[in-house]
Each structure stands twice: as C-alpha cells, then as structure tokens.
T-cell receptor, first 113, second 112 residues
Framework: NAGVTQTPKFQVLKTGQSMTLQCAQD?????MYWYRQDPGMGLRLIYY???????DKGEVPNGYNVSRLNKREFSLRLESAAPSQTSVYFC????????????FGEGSWLTVV | KQEVTQIPAALSVPEGENLVLNCSFTDSAIYNLQWFRQDPGKGLTSLLLIQSSQREQTSGRLNASLDKSSGRSTLYIAASQPGDSATYLC???????????FGKGTKLTVNP
C-alpha cells in the first residue's frame, strides 16, 4: 500500500527559484491537504482541496499556489522561494471532510538559501 | 481561535511504565480529536480518532479519552516499550472549519 506519496523528499533552492512539490494518494480520498511543520510552530495548513476541482486557502497560504490535478494528485508550487519557506512539507488526505482519519505522506524537506 | 496545548513538551520514562500524555484545547466546538505519532524524519501516523460524541477509543496498549466540555484529552500508554519512543501530537477538527489544529507535541523517550 503506497498511501500518500510525496516527491521530492529533499530539495535545496536558491532564493527566487520556483519549484513544485508533488503529492499523490491511492486511497480514493476526496480531501487533500498541504501542511508545513516548523520547530516551535507545529503543523500549519497551507492549502486544502475538499474535492476534485476545488481548492481553498488555509492558515499560511502566502507565497504558495496549489493545483488539484485530478482526484489522486495535489501539487504545491512555490513561485519565488524565500528563506522563510524553509520547512518540512507534508501532504495528507482523508476520505471526506470531517470526522475521518487523516493519512500523511513522509514529508518533503525544503531548504531555501 | 482554537489553540491546542500539549504538556509536557518532553517526557522520559523507564521501560514498562504506564504513562499519560495530555492535550487541551480552548474551543469545545470540535468534530473530533486525533492522536498521531511522528518518528524522526517521518510523517505522522494516526493512532486514534475520537468523535465528539465519544468518550474514549482503544487500540492495543493505547487508550485515548475525550472530555469535550473541559477541553481535554489524554493518551494512556500501557507498559511502555522503547519502540514507543516518538513525538505524539494531538489535533482537533474544528467545527465549521476545514482544518485540523495541531498541538506542538510531546516527545516521549522510553529507556530500556
């Protein structure tokens, strides 16, 4: 069972560069999420997609864009990376909104220099 | 704004000890509360999900309780083992919201 798969696992970017984090789930889930985890800040929601074709901002959306390419895939794009975006990024999915177990990917470690 | 607090931030116990991890939240209007485990360099693994109408959930040596009115949950780990060493996070699914609000976690070390 693959579950939630994220790529790449590690990435170093220079300030101003762009990149896309890819996420795919094979559990036929409707809702998908992107979180970032920072020391002392915990996990914070960047964007989410309640269903295919919809996306909404979370707590910290500035500097990011997302695409729900299809039911399986939800990508996160950094258009012009900044050092403040150095973080660990987690993709997650759940069957439906509210009241269901949420499954996380293994994380993507991003460093912006 | 919902705030989730986990105390202590770190806990070290000898193998075999029973232990309790605490989680508190400020707004009782929640759909559910989840406990997660995170190993170093890994993602989060869901351990237990307690719906707002439930008082507790059990899985093996783990038991989680929920007191929504007082804004508290506990995760009880029986007969702890070195393999239980990890960071444990709780998160509440906020009513009317699309997101989980996470605590900052308790880092547990179980010493052989």
């Amino acid at each position: 069972n693959a579950g939630v798969t994220q790529t790449p696992k590690f990435q170093v970017l220079k300030t101003g560069q762009s990149m896309t984090l890819q996420c795919a789930q094979d559990m036929n889930h409707n809702s998908m999420y992107w979180y970032r985890q920072d020391p002392g800040m915990g996990l914070r929601l960047i964007y989410y997609s309640a269903s295919e074709g919809t996306t909404d901002k979370g707590e910290v959306p500035n500097g990011y864009n997302v695409s729900r390419l299809n039911k399986r895939e939800f990508s996160l794009r950094l258009e012009s990376a900044a050092p403040s975006q150095t973080s660990v990024y987690f993709c997650a999915s759940t069957l439906e909104r509210f009241g269901n177990t949420i499954y996380f990917g293994e994380g993507s470690w991003l460093t912006v220099v | 704004k919902q705030e989730v607090t986990q105390i202590p931030a770190a806990l070290s116990v000898p193998e075999g000890e029973n232990l309790v991890l605490n989680c508190s939240f400020t707004d009782s209007a929640i759909y559910n509360l989840q406990w997660f485990r995170q190993d170093p360099g890994k993602g989060l693994t869901s351990l237990l999900l307690i719906q707002s109408s439930q008082r507790e959930q059990t899985s093996g040596r783990l038991n989680a309780s929920l007191d929504k009115s007082s804004g508290r949950s506990t995760l009880y780990i029986a007969a702890s083992q070195p393999g239980d060493s990890a960071t444990y996070l709780c998160a509440v699914e906020q009513g009317g919201s699309e997101k989980l609000v996470f605590g900052k976690g308790t880092k547990l070390t179980v010493n052989p």
